[in-house]
């Protein structure tokens, strides 16, 4: 993989206990990792990687509960400190809270492989 090569990222910014922290990250322009298992995939993350914070949601479609994801924030990664935590992150907020039906992702810190993923959660920073 080139070292200019891009990857993308779904990051949650809820700790447990319901509190959320997407208006703080963006404000500072971080992202911590609170969850120290995922510390692995965390240390994968590279400068110019693109990130979303998301929340896993249920919604009910013509009488039928599917899968989905909001998106609150999307910003590209400054730096990656490497010690499984923190990055320093340029956001740019979304305010439309875009939501994608039919994606399941649960984890803390996913990352986004499948194209048709990538381009309805990213759109034109791809």
Known sequence: MS?????YWLIEATWTGGNEHTE????????????????????????NDLIAVKTS????????FIS???????GRVTKNLND???????WEK????????????DESIHKINLPEEIHAIFGEMV
């Open 84 to 90: 499984g935590r923190h990055l320093e992150i340029d």
């Open 57 to 64: 949601i249920t919604k009910k479609i013509d009488g039928a």
């Open 94 to 105: 979304r305010t439309d809270n875009l939501e994608i039906n039919n994606i399941n992702k």
């Open 24 to 47: 703080r990250y963006i404000s500072e322009g971080v992202w911590v990792n609170i969850y120290s298992a995922k510390s692995y995939d965390f240390n994968k993350i590279r400068a």
């Open 3 to 7: 070292e200019n090569t891009k990857n």
């Open 68 to 74: 989905a994801i909001k998106i609150k924030a999307i």
